[in-house]
């Protein structure tokens, strides 16, 4: 069965620094991987995804993910920060079984801004 | 696209009521599912959709629990004697058919509090 890893249970990082959050998967074929973000009280967003093709994917609000099979990793990252991208972030792999693409999400990411 | 629904977004109930939330997915939408998100931890599938039939059931899914989408519109999720164990966000997402995966459109979530 598939599974995430996400390592990091909580990050703070400054406004206008880099950010990488990381995401592990376990999976027997080629995955299908999201990042998804959370606001406090509030549904999934999803920030981008992985099928197929580049290893590198561009996302909403400036983010951007890498695909490494070697290393079964599909890490989260920004250059730069802003206060608004205080959230949980949470990675997922989609499993297609007869037109089921239910997703399993890791446990998430808190990340916090400071000034 | 007016996005998934979700009514109620909070409901408080007492131990032992039934409670009954509703899903109004992206409207040509014809896969549906629903995830439960407890306090600290990513969604967990608990069943899934397409058009009307419930094709997939998690084992998290207990005979208290029961789903509907009586004409592959919206959706009711319903638990019957509620326990202190089901206080949770109850997450709905919708995607819709294609040859390739289809990422799933959350909505905001029911809270459920069991007192």
């Known amino acids: 069965a598939q599974s995430v890893t996400q390592p990091d249970i909580h990050i703070t990082v400054s406004e206008g620094a880099s950010l990488e959050l990381r995401c592990n998967y376990s999976y027997g074929a080629t995955p299908y991987l999201f990042w998804y973000v959370q606001s406090p009280g509030q549904g999934l967003q999803l920030l981008l995804k992985y099928f197929s093709g580049d290893t590198l994917v561009q996302g909403i609000k400036g983010f951007e993910a890498e695909f490494k099979r070697s290393q079964s990793s599909f890490n989260l990252r920004k250059p730069s920060v802003h206060w608004s991208d205080a959230a949980e972030y949470f990675c997922a792999v989609g499993v297609r079984n007869f037109g089921n693409e239910k997703l399993t999400f890791g446990t998430g990411t808190r990340l916090t801004i400071i000034p | 696209d007016t996005g998934v629904s979700q009514n109620p977004r909070h409901k408080i109930t007492k131990r032992g009521q039934n409670v009954t939330f509703r899903c109004d997915p992206i409207?040509?939408?014809?896969?549906l599912y629903w995830y439960r998100q407890t306090l600290g931890q990513g969604p967990e599938f608990l069943t899934y959709?397409?058009?009307?039939?419930?094709?997939?059931k998690s084992r998290l899914l207990s005979d208290r629990f029961s789903a509907e989408r009586p004409k592959g519109s919206f959706s009711t999720l319903e638990i019957q004697r509620t326990e202190q164990g089901d206080s949770a966000m109850y997450l709905c997402?919708?995607?819709?058919?294609?040859?390739?995966?289809?990422?799933?459109?959350f909505g905001d979530g029911t809270r459920l509090s069991i007192l």
């Open positions: 997402a919708s995607s819709s058919a294609g040859t390739g995966y289809q990422p799933q459109h």
């Open positions: 409207s040509e939408h014809n896969r």
């Open positions: 959709f397409q058009n009307e039939a419930q094709l997939e």
